[in-house]
Structures are given as C-alpha cells and as structure tokens.
C-alpha cells in the first residue's frame, strides 16, 4: 500500500530542494537561483525539476539506454544537465546555469546526490512511515 501520495510528493520536493539548494550554494558560479519573493523562483525550479525528472527523464534514460551503456554511464549526467537547461529555459532569468565542464560535474554531484537521497533518505522515511 502506497503511503499518502501528498507526503510522497512533499518529501521528495524536500529532497530536490535540498540538492538544489546545495548545488546552488556550493557551485554558486555555474547556478544561479533568484532569492527574490522570499524564494519562490527557487520553489518553482524544484517543483519543474521534480516534474521533468518523473516524466522527461525516464524516456530520455530509455531512448538513450545503448548511448549509457557504450560510455559506461557517463551520458547519464548529461541527461541531468538537460533537465536542468530546460529548467533555465522555462525560469529565464531567475535561474541560470552557466559553464561546460563545471556543468558536468555539478550534474554528477547532483546524480550522485538524487541517489543518495532516494535510496537511502528518502526511502527509509517512506518505508518508515508504512509500517
């Protein structure tokens, strides 16, 4: 039985936001999130990044699965760093990326996070809450 589907959601927006805010405070030269409105433009990237990452990506992982798979996954940052240039797309100005080869490893970092914090954070909380 799946547990509340709005705390499901509201915990992974934490954890997004978490990864978010890390990446943007420690790599403040490659991503720039705008403070401005008590940080709702910093609200408005987790949630599009949340929502790219649960329907973009997964067909973009599938599609380009034999691509991961001859580079030995490192095409998978690059497909982090996609959603992330569709994100500065959709937010302008009040989130920007900046950077190549810091863009790349701010994706591994935030790779390496996402998982961290979904099989191990997250999903302890969930599977917490279950029993």
């Known amino acids: ?4 589907k709005y705390l499901d959601w509201f915990i992974h927006m934490l954890g997004y936001a978490l990864v978010l805010i890390t990446v943007s405070v420690v790599f403040s030269k490659v991503v720039y999130i705008d403070n401005s409105l008590f940080g709702l433009w ?7 990044v949340f929502l790219l990452n649960r329907t973009v990506k997964p067909m973009l992982v599938w599609m380009t699965l034999p691509l991961t798979a001859l ?6 940052p690059l497909i982090n760093i996609l959603v992330l240039k569709i994100t500065d ?3 302008g100005v009040h989130f920007d990326i900046h950077g190549t080869i810091s863009l790349f490893l701010v994706s591994i970092l935030i790779t390496i996070m996402n998982a961290i914090m979904d099989n ?9 809450k279950k029993k």
């Not at 580079?71 to 998978?76: A, D, E, N, Q």
């Not at 191990?120 to 917490?128: A, E």
């Open 42 to 48: 910093g609200l408005i990237a987790v949630i599009i």
């Open 71 to 76: 580079t030995l996954g490192l095409f998978y």
């Open 120 to 128: 191990f954070i997250i999903d302890t909380l969930l599977k917490g």
């Open 1 to 4: 039985m799946k547990i509340n």
């Open 89 to 91: 797309w959709i937010l």
